[in-house]
């Protein structure tokens, strides 16, 4: 089993500002995962993070508005850049099959 | 990539009664298919999964099936209760340790009723 600290839990950002999620596993794991959820709806991957080279991002999805950090096996952050009102939503950080962060619910105003 | 499709999007029971929702994917390399539940501002909770070597699987008043030939797999729900009211997901990935990197449905909001 894994578990995962999330923060921050929830936001309210300016429009155009930047924000940093991160997120921190207790025990190794090769890959971990962030996700988006808009109100409503269902979970969308946005990439793939993996220590020691680039993160991996879905269609759709690219690095210089989702930058993401894998500096060790333990820990990985997500930045959700140049924010707009689209940008609200949740997030979450995943590693393997069963095990979700808590979320980050963001707000862009 | 794959293409993963859930059915209903809303589904209300009695207590009691027997709950069941279906998705389909289209990728044949999937091969590892996780049900997760989500209750009103809480993360995923994986609820039960299954593998494409086996066919059924079931874990007290929850069970998966899998039909691999048709590219389906369902999740029932019997004796449904009111604390099973929750939005359900299926999703989909190629194999179960990259299971982080699944494709999900667009989920089902079940709503048990007392």
């Known amino acids: 089993s894994a578990v995962i600290s999330q923060k921050p839990s929830r936001d309210i950002c300016q429009r155009g500002t930047s924000l940093t999620i991160q997120c921190q596993v207790d025990s190794q794991v090769t890959m971990m995962f962030w996700y988006r959820q808009q109100p409503g709806q269902s979970l969308t991957l946005i990439a793939t993070?993996?220590?020691?080279?680039?993160?991996?991002?879905e269609s759709g999805f690219v690095i210089d508005k989702f930058p993401i950090s894998r500096p060790n096996l333990t820990f990985s952050t997500l930045t959700v850049s140049n924010m707009s009102p689209e940008d609200s939503s949740i997030y979450l950080c995943?590693?393997?099959?069963?095990?979700f962060g808590q979320g980050t619910r963001l707000t862009v105003v | 990539g794959e293409n993963v499709e859930q059915h209903p999007s809303t589904l209300s029971v009695q207590e009691g009664d027997s709950a069941v929702i279906k998705c389909t994917y289209s990728d044949s390399a999937s091969n590892y298919f996780p049900w997760y539940k989500q209750e009103l501002g809480k993360r995923p909770q994986l609820i039960i999964d299954?593998?494409?070597?086996?066919g059924e699987k079931k874990d007290q008043r929850i069970a998966v099936t899998l039909n691999k030939t048709a590219k389906h797999f369902s999740l029932h729900i019997t004796e449904t209760q009111p604390e099973d009211s929750a939005v359900y997901f299926c999703?989909?990935?190629?194999?179960?340790?990259?299971?982080?990197?699944?494709?999900f449905g667009d989920g089902t909001t079940l709503t048990v009723k007392p």
């Open positions: 995943s590693v393997g099959q069963a095990f």
């Open positions: 999703a989909a990935s190629r194999r179960r340790q990259e299971a982080g990197k699944s494709t």
């Open positions: 993070a993996n220590q020691g080279s680039e993160a991996t991002y």
């Open positions: 299954i593998r494409s070597n086996v």
